[in-house]
């Protein structure tokens, strides 16, 4: 019995995306969808302690999740009398084989992420409909009450259907921007999840970071061919690695160069450095790489170093001078100046760093790298007050913990 229920949960894992992305193109509405799924969902923890688990769970599910639709457009028809969803209900056509809908799953996902909604209700509405997780594990995830993400998702769900956003996969036109802002929505989460932002939650959310990459990995598949997917697969793997280093038996983050890199995951840094070599080799034929692609460059610079001391920091350099023409922000800049810290002395990125302040001022990572800088520098009264600027920002509790730690050991 208990394996059944396990088979439950791992095919949910699997096939949530799916049963919602057939049931969202078969019925046009993800309140129907959505719906019909849970109860099918629900129906195989019932059925399937006793009965087995049927051959083909993922077919079993899009039937049983079809019928369920069926009989409540059949309910509504009869009350409010709705004339298109009634002709739906009578269509006999069987639906179409499980293996064809890897485009409505694609579909599913745009449709989430469509620019028109919010960028909160994007994340929101992502997780639900493509991640399947419930609407409390998606609020806790994010800090805000439950009745909070449930009105977001409702009101995502009611703009598509007052908006008329069409269940579809955009033109050629719209699709590098489309694919640029659903890879945005993916590392929200990953990032998220990381290094999670509120003090009253575990500092590293494993179940967030390993859902952005199965949804990303989803999208490597759909789209084989895009550059970008990959570098943010890349980028994924590459930083998950690190994770079991990254927060110490006692709940405080661990540095990069303090870490373990004995227990750094290398299965996962092997599949991040393969894509990054592929994306080298499109790079040389005369691809572009973006953001994400540099960004994992740089990430296999880092995990390619046996030690901090083997770092290559050169090429890190050069990478964010690379990075820095693709996205000129603060925050790129910031970290940038970490790598020139190492190159030319941290006096020199001080310089650099303190130049960023008029934009940065209210950014932790600001002022712990300048808390930093200064430290190296000898300057210990400034570099405790810049630690207590940052420790009062920091949400992350494993952060804040290190930062409070590396102003104590200041004389």
């Known amino acids: ?81 709705k004339h298109r969803e009634a002709l739906m209900a009578h269509d006999d056509d069987p639906p179409e084989p499980l293996g064809a809908i890897d485009d409505d799953r694609l579909r599913l996902i745009f449709t989430c992420c469509h620019p028109a909604l919010a960028v909160e209700a994007r994340v929101a509405l992502t997780l639900r409909m493509v991640g399947g997780l419930t609407t409390p594990e998606i609020a806790r995830a994010f800090l805000v009450a439950e009745s909070t993400m449930g009105q977001r998702i409702t009101r995502a769900k009611a703009k598509i259907k007052a908006a008329r956003i069409p269940y579809r996969m955009p033109s050629a036109e719209d699709l590098p921007a489309r694919v640029t802002g659903v890879l945005a929505v993916l590392f929200l989460v990953f990032n998220e999840g990381y290094l999670a932002t509120g003090p009253d939650t575990d500092p590293v959310r494993h179940d967030l970071t390993a859902e952005a990459i199965r949804l990303t990995r989803l999208i490597r598949v759909l789209l084989p061919e895009d550059g970008e997917v990959a570098g943010l697969l890349a980028l994924m793997l590459l ?73 290559d920091w050169s090429q890190v350099l050069a990478l964010y001078d690379r990075l820095v023409r693709l996205d000129p922000s603060p925050i790129v800049a910031l970290n940038r100046a970490v790598a020139v810290a190492e190159l030319d002395g941290p006096e020199v990125a001080l310089a650099a760093v303190d130049r960023l302040e008029p934009r940065l001022a209210d950014y932790h990572a600001f002022h712990a790298t300048r808390a930093d800088l200064l430290r190296r520098t000898g300057r210990g009264g400034e570099a405790r007050a810049a630690y207590d600027r940052a420790v009062e920002l920091a949400g992350n509790t494993a952060e804040t913990a290190y930062l409070i730690r590396r102003r104590d050991q200041l004389r």
């Open 1 to 81: 019995m208990s394996s059944a229920r396990e088979a439950v949960a791992r095919v949910h894992r699997e096939e949530w995306a799916r049963v919602v992305a057939a049931l969202t193109r078969r019925f046009g509405d993800l309140d129907i969808a959505e719906e019909a799924a849970a109860e099918a969902f629900a129906t195989a923890v019932e059925r399937w302690p006793a009965d087995g688990v049927p051959p083909n769970p993922g077919a079993w599910l899009t039937t049983t999740a079809h019928r369920r639709a069926i009989d409540r457009i059949r309910r509504e028809h009869k009350r409010d009398d």
């Open 239 to 311: 930083t998950e690695a690190r994770r079991v280093a990254r927060v110490s038996a006692g709940g405080e983050l661990v540095a990069l160069d303090e870490q373990d890199r004995g227990s750094w995951d290398t299965a996962l840094i092997a599949e991040g450095h393969h894509l990054v070599r592929e994306r080298l080799v499109a790079a040389a034929a005369g691809a572009t790489p973006g953001r994400y692609q540099v960004l994992a460059a740089i990430n296999a610079v880092h995990t390619s170093a046996r030690d901090i001391r083997d770092t």
